[in-house]
């Protein structure tokens, strides 16, 4: 089963991902996408890893290419987030040259690995503001990833000030 969860910045989109993933079997995998940059990213890194330490994950960090990636063993994976996915793949150091493509063959390479798949994804595209060149391509890439997320998988779930709004499926 794959999963789909969309949500604003401090949403609880990876609180409510996390509960779907607490709901699967195990074992658990974790993929991590944000790129130790500086200080900053590094205390958000290890924060994050506190918050999750009770809830038995083995960690990958995987910052692109997601058709290199082998996981362990089957299981339950959750991809947090795509939105730093998007990122590296289109600015930093896992650039591709065509994203998209990339991007959607490595989710398939990653759900033909485990059992159920839940991916983090970020809703940025509301403020109504017109940006730079470069950041037009990060959102269109981002909206056009979470567009085939959202036809492929099996649930897609929106959450909205902490409330989750079923979307699409059901929860386990």
């Known amino acids: 089963m794959t999963y789909l969860v969309i949500g604003g910045s401090a949403s609880g989109k990876s609180t409510f991902a996390e509960s779907i ?5 195990g074992p658990r995998y974790y993929i ?3 790129e130790p940059w500086d200080d900053e990213c590094r205390a958000r890194i290890e ?8 809830l038995g994950f083995t960690t990958v960090e995987h910052y ?5 990636l082998t996981l362990p063993g089957r299981g339950t994976v ?7 996915l998007t ?14 493509p990339a991007v959607e063959r490595g989710l398939e ?11 983090v994804t970020n809703d940025v595209f509301s403020d109504g503001r017109t940006y730079d060149a470069s950041t037009t391509a990060y959102l269109d890439l981002l909206a056009a990833l979470n567009r085939h997320m959202a036809a492929r ?4 779930f929106e959450v909205v000030c902490g409330i989750p709004l079923c979307r699409k499926g059901v929860l386990p």
Do not use: W, Y
């Not at 990122?87 to 591709?96: D, E």
């Open 21 to 25: 993933v607490s709901r699967l079997p």
């Open 32 to 34: 991590a996408t944000m």
């Open 47 to 54: 924060k994050h890893r506190r918050q999750r330490a009770h």
């Open 64 to 68: 692109g290419d997601l058709q290199s």
């Open 78 to 84: 959750l991809l947090e987030c795509m939105g730093n």
């Open 87 to 100: 990122a590296n793949v289109l600015f930093g150091s896992q650039k591709v040259d065509d994203p998209l």
């Open 109 to 119: 390479s990653l759900i033909g690995q485990c059992d159920h798949l839940v991916v």
């Open 153 to 156: 998988f099996d649930h897609v």
